[in-house]
């Protein structure tokens, strides 16, 4: 029968717990940094949605101020990349 060293047995245990420890740590860590990328993606999704909204309010202001002046439908359009039908919508 082989001899059991009950204090390697036990170093090695410990050992193993601590190889656990940490690499639950580093888990967590990597983890935390995902969720925050992920919120910093999100973030700026809606910061370019909002920045879209501004511009296409921007684009009918300026097609409304033109239309206003007595431009034609052709050059409203030309000048602000809308369609002819958004800006007879106006």
């Known amino acids: 029968?082989?001899?059991?060293?009950?204090a390697e047995l036990v170093g090695?245990?410990?050992?193993?717990?601590?190889?656990r420890e940490i690499a639950e740590?580093?888990?967590?860590?990597?983890r935390e940094k995902t969720q925050q990328e992920r919120e910093r993606v999100q973030?700026?999704?809606?910061?370019?949605?909002q920045e879209r909204e501004r511009v296409?309010?921007?684009?009918?202001?300026?097609?409304?101020?033109?239309?206003?002046?007595?431009?034609s439908?052709?050059?409203i359009v030309e000048a602000t990349g809308l369609a002819a039908?958004?800006?007879d919508k106006l």
């Open 1 to 6: 029968m082989p001899h059991i060293n009950i």
């Open 12 to 19: 090695y245990e410990r050992g193993r717990k601590e190889e």
């Open 25 to 30: 740590k580093k888990l967590k860590k990597e």
């Open 43 to 49: 973030q700026e999704r809606e910061r370019v949605q």
């Open 56 to 71: 296409e309010h921007e684009r009918l202001v300026i097609a409304r101020n033109l239309k206003a002046l007595g431009l």
């Open 73 to 75: 439908l052709e050059m």
């Open 85 to 87: 039908s958004e800006v």
